[in-house]
């Protein structure tokens, strides 16, 4: 199984990369790849720009991890109630190419935290609604309220067990969904 877990910051010390990156280590035989934004920043996209020059070649990159993907893990920053601004750019210019939805309807995991108590829950419920028009399946959510309390940034693992065991089961349901697909 290739997992492709991404987090939608450009932060280098985003916390919903760090979430990402442990949710990762929760499949078990599973290849993983986690993805930073920063290689694939694009001038803002405009559709003068698109006439111009087409779609930069960082989204054709992008869409090709979707693509090679079994598995999604997304891990959306929190900026002002939604997507950070970084995400939202790789998110348009992707969904710019010709003849494909961004998602690709692989079976997707959603999921965000942030230091307050909400967890990043205005993104989510923004990404639930919006994905699916884009072919997102998105399979579960998770939310993780209070980072700096819920993740011990040492040992980078959620530290609070019902958070943990609320992420394992949602992963093992993702997991399986998977597997049913494989045969």
Known sequence: MKILAIAGSNSEVSM???LVAYASTLF?????????LNPFEMPIYKHERELAAGVP??????????DGANVL?????????????AFKNVFDWVSRIKDRTVW???????????PGGRGGAGVLEAASKRFPFHGGNVVET???????????????????EDKVSELKEKIKKIAAIETILEK
Request: glycine share 4%; net charge negative.
């Open 16 to 18: 919903n990369k760090q």
């Open 28 to 36: 078990e035989n599973a290849e993983v790849e986690v993805v930073d």
């Open 57 to 66: 070649q960082e989204a054709h990159d992008f869409a090709a991890k979707i």
């Open 73 to 85: 893990l997304v891990a959306l920053a929190e900026h002002n109630g939604t997507y950070s601004t």
């Open 104 to 114: 690709n309807e692989v079976p997707m995991l959603l999921m965000s935290t942030s």
């Open 142 to 160: 998770f939310s993780l309220p209070f980072f700096n309390d819920n993740f011990d940034k040492g040992a980078q693992k959620i530290s609070n």
